[in-house]
């Protein structure tokens, strides 16, 4: 059977399979253009960063997706050149890292609580995953109490006790941020004491990992979150 026979008796399976196999060309070429577009922008981010200090004022970006995609970019790149140690908390991978200039110090798993507008109507607030940087106030150990606040009772479906001040809310280890921001460990004590519970707007990491960098904390030592 030569092709012209083959094409008169399976015409309408070619046709089909001609469609398709045009279809998956289109497919990939646009997730091709996708691509090469991300490279190009991730291309420019990381060249010379004083250029763009420059100009950012004047760049009018399109929505509010693209200022948190480029304000994480930012804050990424600030974190691997910044030269003092630090940490950094990649929020979408649940990593983070004790940091200087680049180099990895250490590096582990964390869970990251998630964005949600806790409190009772119409006293509500609308607790965010953190972006961008804070800075460590204080690190708190287990025999020091911290109050727990009344939307954590009530987020859990808790009665809110007269005194919230409860010791080692926080774990054996927590590191407290600007802004509320609390990085701490699992407790055996107070409302936080459930594994399948991570406080809303907030991380939880192991005390053996936390332990083990906090003799590198300080006072004003910067935390990046992107």
């Keep these: 059977m030569d092709f012209r026979q083959f094409f008169r008796y399976h015409k309408s399976y070619l046709i089909f399979f001609g ?6 060309l289109a497919v ?11 490279v190009t922008e991730r291309d420019r ?10 100009e950012k ?32 908390i990649s929020t979408d991978s649940g990593s ?9 110090l250490r590096g582990f798993q964390v869970q990251v609580g998630p964005g ?9 607030v609308h607790l965010a995953v953190p972006r961008g940087e804070r800075s460590v106030q ?14 954590v009772y009530s987020d859990r479906g808790l009665a809110v006790p007269a005194e919230r001040t409860v010791k080692g809310a926080l774990g054996p280890i927590a590191i407290i941020l600007n802004g509320g921001t609390v990085i701490y460990s699992p407790p055996t004590a107070g409302p936080l004491n459930d594994s399948s519970y991570v406080m809303p707007g907030s991380v939880r990491a192991s005390s053996v990992d936390l332990k083990a960098v906090a003799p590198n904390l300080k006072e004003g ?6």
């Design 116 to 124: 949600k507008r806790v409190g009772v109507p119409p006293d509500t």
């Design 138 to 151: 204080r690190i708190l150990r287990a025999d020091e109490g911290w109050e727990v606040p009344e939307w």
């Design 221 to 226: 030592m910067t935390v990046y979150f992107y």
């Design 19 to 24: 469609i398709i196999i045009a279809a998956m």
């Design 96 to 104: 983070m890292y004790l940091e200087r200039e680049g180099a990895l």
């Design 57 to 88: 004022t004047d760049v009018a970006l399109e929505s509010e997706e693209s200022r948190m995609k480029m304000m994480v970019a930012l804050i990424r790149r600030q974190s691997k050149v910044d030269k003092k140690i630090h940490l950094a």
């Design 45 to 54: 981010l990381r060249a010379g960063m004083s250029d763009f200090e420059r």
């Design 28 to 38: 990939d070429g646009f997730l091709l253009y996708k691509r090469n577009k991300y």
